[in-house]
């Protein structure tokens, strides 16, 4: 196991600027890593930046992540929601750059109505381009699988590998795991071993050092649910101890511990991160 602590923290809200609010919130329920939308997470407009609070979280020297909206398929057949989910992801890296962000989140999207080969063959054409657009100190493009609704791209962490292989193994590109997801789309990391058996098979499918991000999310819904559906942390299905092991496992060593968990106070978000570094400060020494 290795020693190398990951931070703690949470999405948070950015009323009154990305930084005053956001950096705010982050002190109120200790979080050591943050996750910000930059605009409407379930809308197309584009928000401008405040250069002031960009400069503030840049400058501020905790980890900060972009979710993007929840809109975004670049695997869509309707040509109007690939133009606007491809210029979303270009604002989300963006804006991620702005304020120093190491990654930004995009879920993985869905063929819709036509084949998996047709929408993997789109994401390569499509999406790869805007990868190569990154600059070399800007953000990764996160990969964050779904929870295995009908015609998603990548749920299990398997799936992974081929979306790598569209995007030709960027260097840009890495994963975001939200233990929820993963859940939801049968990977049982209840089981003895689950939560090794899982991060192994998402390095073996994407290679080392690409996993960048934890959502940490409990489940209300039993394992292989396809439903996504977060509850706090040991509140729900997955309980406490699969945490535990995810901090134990090599391959999420220093890899931050973000909360999209219930509540719109601090305190049950404050308790959430107060758990997971219970569980991370209280592992066996190696």
């Given at each position: 196991?290795?020693?190398?602590?990951?931070?703690?923290?949470?999405?948070?809200?950015?009323?009154?600027?990305?930084?005053?609010?956001?950096?705010?919130?982050?002190?109120?329920?200790?979080?050591?890593?943050?996750?910000?939308?930059?605009?409407?997470?379930?809308?197309?407009?584009?928000?401008?930046?405040?250069?002031?609070?960009?400069?503030?979280?840049?400058?501020?020297?905790?980890?900060?992540?972009?979710?993007?909206?929840?809109?975004?398929?670049?695997?869509?057949?309707?040509?109007?929601?690939?133009?606007?989910?491809?210029?979303?992801?270009r604002h989300a890296?963006?804006?991620?750059?702005?304020?120093?962000?190491?990654?930004?989140?995009?879920?993985?999207?869905?063929s819709v109505t036509?084949s998996y080969e047709?929408?993997?063959?789109?994401?390569?054409?499509?999406?790869?381009?805007?990868?190569?657009?990154?600059?070399?100190?800007?953000?990764?493009?996160?990969?964050?699988?779904?929870?295995?609704?009908?015609?998603?791209?990548?749920?299990?962490?398997?799936?992974?590998?081929?979306?790598?292989?569209?995007?030709?193994?960027?260097?840009?590109?890495?994963?975001?795991?939200?233990?929820?997801?993963?859940?939801?789309?049968?990977?049982?990391?209840?089981?003895?071993?689950?939560?090794?058996?899982?991060?192994?098979?998402?390095?073996?499918?994407?290679?080392?050092?690409?996993?960048?991000?934890?959502?940490?999310?409990?489940?209300?819904?039993?394992?292989?649910?396809?439903?996504?559906?977060?509850?706090?942390?040991?509140?729900?299905?997955?309980?406490?101890?699969?945490?535990?092991?995810?901090?134990?496992?090599?391959?999420?060593?220093?890899?931050?511990?973000?909360?999209?968990?219930?509540?719109?106070?601090?305190?049950?978000?404050?308790?959430?991160?107060?758990?997971?570094?219970?569980?991370?400060?209280?592992?066996?020494?190696?």
């Open positions: 196991m290795s020693t190398v602590h990951s931070p703690v923290g949470g999405h948070v809200p950015v009323a009154g600027g990305l930084a005053t609010g956001g950096l705010k919130y982050a002190e109120q329920i200790g979080a050591e890593a943050i996750q910000v939308f930059v605009s409407n997470p379930r809308g197309w407009a584009q928000a401008a930046g405040r250069p002031e609070e960009d400069a503030r979280l840049r400058d501020s020297g905790v980890p900060v992540f972009v979710h993007a909206n929840y809109l975004i398929n670049p695997g869509s057949p309707n040509a109007e929601t690939l133009e606007k989910s491809l210029a979303s992801i890296l963006q804006r991620g750059h702005a304020i120093g962000a190491g990654g930004v989140v995009i879920h993985t999207g869905s036509w047709e929408a993997m063959r789109q994401v390569h054409e499509h999406l790869l381009p805007v990868v190569a657009e990154i600059p070399e100190d800007g953000p990764q493009l996160l990969l964050e699988p779904m929870a295995g609704q009908a015609n998603m791209l990548c749920a299990t962490v398997q799936q992974l590998g081929p979306y790598f292989e569209a995007l030709e193994h960027h260097p840009k590109v890495g994963v975001c795991l939200d233990t929820c997801h993963a859940w939801a789309a049968g990977h049982d990391l209840t089981a003895s071993g689950g939560v090794k058996a899982t991060v192994d098979a998402l390095v073996e499918a994407v290679g080392p050092d690409r996993l960048k991000l934890i959502h940490a999310n409990d489940s209300k819904d039993p394992c292989g649910s396809g439903r996504d559906r977060h509850e706090n942390i040991g509140a729900g299905a997955i309980g406490e101890a699969p945490f535990a092991d995810l901090f134990r496992h090599p391959a999420v060593a220093g890899v931050p511990f973000i909360i999209e968990t219930p509540g719109r106070a601090p305190e049950p978000h404050r308790k959430d991160v107060e758990t997971l570094k219970r569980l991370r400060d209280n592992l066996p020494a190696s």
